[in-house]
């Protein structure tokens, strides 16, 4: 069965610095996708960045870069100068590609940061 | 408009009663997916649909049912609610199963059960 862990409750971090929001995923699929939401406290889901398993490089946005460590299990979201309107609730997620999970997505318990002025 | 909506945004309503929240993509997205969010939590998936007239049961469908006529629409009933059902409902839509596409979350129904 598939399973997101995040394991950081709550983050703060100091404006303009950069934040690492842990991730960490149990799956048999070879083929799967990771995400990363922004849920800000007005309540809606944003999406920011996804990691194909098959991907080499590891994906970057704008501010935001997914450090994805394969052999760990680990997709570690990385957001860099923080902004205060980075504040918010993160959600990791993985969608499997194939299988009986195929198409459905599991997601963590999110981590909410705080970005500090 | 265009995206994804849902109706109510907000419902009250007694334990016992039936409910539905309506759920409507504007995109002809394949995928359409139902979630529950508790409080301080992630989202846990309910029932999810691959086409219309395809549904398949998530983490926690217990007490709910989904149909899905057409392409647009994937409503979600609540039978007979609960208090633990007492929650805030997502419902999302996706292109495709791969796994390289994201969903696209409405704006969520606060669902409250007394």
């Known amino acids: 069965a598939q399973k997101i862990t995040q394991t950081q409750p709550g983050m703060f971090v100091q404006e303009k610095e950069a934040v690492t929001l842990d991730c960490t995923y149990d799956?048999?699929?070879?083929?799967?996708?990771l995400f990363w939401y922004k849920q800000p406290s007005s309540g809606e889901m944003i999406f920011l960045i996804y990691q194909g398993s098959y991907d080499e490089q590891n994906a970057t946005e704008g501010r935001y870069s997914l450090n994805f460590q394969k052999a760990r299990k680990s997709a570690n979201l990385v957001i860099s100068a923080s902004q205060l309107g980075d504040s918010a609730m993160y959600f990791c997620?993985?969608?499997?590609?194939?299988?009986?999970?195929?198409?459905?997505?599991?997601f963590g318990d999110g981590t909410t940061l705080t970005v500090k002025p | 408009d265009a995206g994804i909506t849902q109706s109510p945004r907000y419902k009250i309503t007694e334990t016992g009663r039936q409910v539905t929240l309506m759920c409507h993509q504007t995109w002809s997205h394949s995928y359409m997916f139902w979630y529950r969010q508790d409080l301080g939590h992630g989202l846990r998936l309910i029932y999810y649909?691959?086409?219309?007239?395809?549904?398949d049961k998530g983490e926690v469908p217990d007490g709910y049912v989904v149909s899905r006529s057409k392409t647009e629409n994937f409503p979600l009933t609540l039978e007979s609610a609960t208090r633990s059902q007492t929650s805030v409902y997502f419902c999302?839509?996706?292109?495709?199963?791969?796994?390289?596409?994201?969903?696209?979350f409405g704006p969520g129904t606060r669902l409250t059960v007394t």
């Open positions: 799956t048999s699929d070879q083929s799967y996708g």
């Open positions: 997620a993985m969608r499997e590609g194939f299988g009986t999970n195929a198409g459905k997505s599991t």
């Open positions: 999302a839509s996706s292109e495709s199963s791969g796994t390289l596409y994201e969903q696209y």
């Open positions: 649909s691959a086409a219309a007239d395809i549904t």
